[in-house]
């Protein structure tokens, strides 16, 4: 057997083992014995120190495989063992509020209260008494330029602007829309967000950035066309490749788009 | 008992509260060596002796294994639990609770670990995809989930501290639990 032959051998049986680590494979789906069997066959032929070092993180692998069947055995004869597609079948027909009080009658929440301690007060007050008054801030306050930056949908939760109810209600009622008016044909990107103003045409372009990200809605960009068309999607999917597609809404170009109509 | 003995213990009982009910890191509780560090040799029966008092008020202190027995964290937790109509109090959303159950659930039914995208895939089929995103991240910081650098997810030591885990699955399948409430 050719060296590449063996080394892919003893590769495959290290993955392998780590996919019943990493993903859960069932540990019993390994042929344990047969694929020690293999090892052994191999292991006259190894010469090089490299070889030994695969051979032996394949061996430290099947080991770890058993140390996963047994567990797996001790969890199947325990009281907790129950079959996991029934499980998951019974929670799919159920409503969230029952499922949420099925959580409730099984919790028992933690207590823990908020306090001020003497050394966070003394901390407090030498910042106080280190921070320069205003009129010496005054420069840093007044002529700092604005710098633009990015803020997640959750800091916009966190500062009461948006709630985590509204803001999937305002996603899938554009979807919706989308769905109704445009179809499967597709209309270009300008064409859907601009609007009246400069502040609703960001609003729409921030509320598509979303819908795109979270795969409701597909975009092909055209570039002879120099045109960008977005399709809603019946079902939302992921691309197999995410990409990074950046458009900026600058006042500019929404007026040029505006004045089109 | 002498009257300074019994001083000595209603103190070292409130210090064992104050560092059990007050947040004094990131997470609630105390170590078993802040204990012992604390409340002397003797903080087991001190412990013992808070856990008394505050079964009166129904609630319980809690050991939660991590790790070595030193880093043990010690928590106090409802001794029953609370009532469905009163958690909507609790600022906790139904959608994340429902997330959480299921999470857990799925967890358990696998033997303690599942890939997060094979959950995120569950999950998907009855909530949204941003909902499911944003609800397991913040489990994972709540410390209710922990998530390896492979992204396998595990239960964490808030699950471990907070739901009994044999009624969640037996009252999943409808094996209805005779009902101990606050």
């Keep these: ?196 103003t400069f502040e609703e045409t960001v609003r729409r372009s921030w509320i598509m950035s979303f819908l795109i990200s979270y795969g409701y809605v597909d975009v092909e960009v055209r570039p002879l066309e120099e045109d960008i068309i977005i399709r809603p999607r019946s079902k939302p999917a992921q691309e197999a490749e995410p990409r990074t597609l950046v458009i900026p809404i600058t006042y500019e170009e929404w007026r040029k788009h505006a004045r089109k109509g | 008992m002498p009257e300074k003995d019994e001083v000595e213990i209603r103190q070292k009982l409130s210090r064992a509260a104050q560092l059990l009910l007050f947040k004094h890191h990131r997470e609630p509780g105390a170590r078993r060596w802040e204990l012992r560090r604390a409340l002397g040799r003797n903080y087991e029966d001190v412990i013992k002796a808070l856990d008394a008092e505050l079964e009166k008020l129904g609630l319980t202190v809690k050991v939660v294994k991590e790790g070595d027995s030193e880093s043990d964290r010690f928590v106090v937790t409802f001794r029953g639990h609370p009532e469905f109509s009163e958690v909507r109090t609790f600022g906790w959303r139904i959608d994340d609770m429902a997330i959480l159950t299921m999470t857990l659930a799925t967890i358990l039914a696998r033997g303690g670990k599942v890939a997060g995208k094979e959950i995120e895939k569950i999950l998907e089929e009855k909530f949204p995809k941003w909902r499911v995103e944003s609800a397991i991240d913040r489990f994972i910081r709540m410390g209710y989930l922990q998530e390896d650098e492979k992204g396998v997810l595990y239960l964490g030591w808030r699950t471990r501290a907070e739901v009994d885990e044999k009624t969640l699955l037996s009252l999943l399948l409808g094996k209805e639990k005779k009902e101990e409430t606050r």
């Design chain 1, 1 to 196: 057997m050719k060296v590449k032959e063996k080394r892919e051998i003893i590769e495959r049986i290290i993955d392998l083992c780590e996919s019943v680590r990493s993903r859960g494979l069932d540990p019993f789906d390994v042929q344990v014995k047969e694929l020690l069997e293999k090892l052994r066959e191999l292991f006259p032929e190894l010469k090089k120190l490299e070889e030994l070092y695969l051979d032996m993180r394949a061996v430290s692998g099947l080991a770890d495989v058993i140390l996963h069947q047994s567990e797996w055995l001790r969890h199947r004869s325990s009281v907790l063992y129950l079959d996991p597609l029934l499980i998951t079948l019974k929670m799919q027909v159920m409503e969230p509020a029952e499922l949420a009080e099925i959580f409730t009658k099984c919790w028992h929440p933690i207590l823990e209260m908020e306090s001020i301690s003497p050394s966070v007060l003394r901390t407090g007050l030498d910042y106080w008494t280190e921070l320069p008054p205003l009129s010496e801030r005054g420069a840093e306050l007044g002529g700092m330029e604005l710098q633009t930056g990015r803020i997640t949908e959750e800091e916009l939760r966190e500062m009461g602007i948006l709630s985590e109810e509204e803001f999937s209600r305002i996603l899938e009622e554009e979807w919706k829309k989308m769905l109704q008016n445009v179809g499967k044909r597709g209309i270009s990107y300008w064409k859907w967000v601009c609007a009246k």
